[in-house]
């Protein structure tokens, strides 16, 4: 069985700053890329942040110079720093990761509610 635990969600000031993480556990031979999503209600899922085993990343316009995603390939755990919040951040922000097992299959982090309120 494999898993993804999402952490660091949660309520922060516009301009502030937040690290969420998301750790793959169990049986994985390797992993590919890894990413963040947002969802808001009613909306489809969207890329927010990639990044490729090798390390190239990705970055929706919308976050771009504000978002940092990074990876631990020792502990299969993606990271995403966001610094200068903003309110239309708010979101449900999603890890995706690609992991080789007894096959290739993407799996989804259970989600972690961001809000960027005063």
């Known amino acids: 069985q494999r898993q993804l635990v999402e952490s660091g969600g949660g309520l922060v000031q516009p301009g502030g700053s937040l690290r969420l993480s998301c750790a793959a556990s169990?049986?994985?031979?390797?992993?590919?890329?890894m990413g963040w999503y947002r969802q808001a209600p009613g909306k489809q899922r969207e890329m927010v942040a990639t990044?490729?085993?090798?390390?190239?990343?990705d970055y929706a316009p919308s976050v771009k110079g504000r978002f940092t995603i990074s990876r631990d390939n020792a502990k299969n755990t993606v990271y995403r720093q966001v610094n200068g919040l903003k309110p239309e951040d708010t979101d449900v922000y999603y890890c995706?990761?690609?992991?080789?097992?007894?096959?290739?299959?993407?799996?989804w982090g259970q989600g972690t509610q961001v809000t960027v309120s005063s």
């Open positions: 995706n990761v690609i992991i080789t097992a007894t096959a290739i299959r993407a799996y």
């Open positions: 990044i490729t085993s090798p390390g190239n990343t």
């Open positions: 169990g049986s994985i031979f390797g992993i590919s890329a």
